[in-house]
């Protein structure tokens, strides 16, 4: 049986490619999405704007993990 190598949680995070790119690009598409509802918020119904707000406060809450 091998040992196990223990590792600090900062070599580890060092190993692991970042992610971070990934996020900036993902925040500056919501960003541009939510331009759009923006513009958009004079065509649609009360009822249509609580649909898209309750959908894009989901995906925050997702995005930030939080249930």
């Known amino acids: 049986m091998e040992p196990i190598v223990r590792r600090s949680n900062r070599i580890r995070a060092k190993e692991q490619p970042s992610n971070k790119l990934k996020y900036i690009e993902h925040i500056k598409i919501l960003h541009t999405v939510t331009d759009d509802l923006q513009i958009m918020t004079d065509t649609l ?9 309750s959908k894009y406060e989901n995906l925050i809450g997702d995005l930030l993990g939080i249930n």
């Open 45 to 53: 119904n009360e009822v249509e704007l609580k649909v898209v707000i």
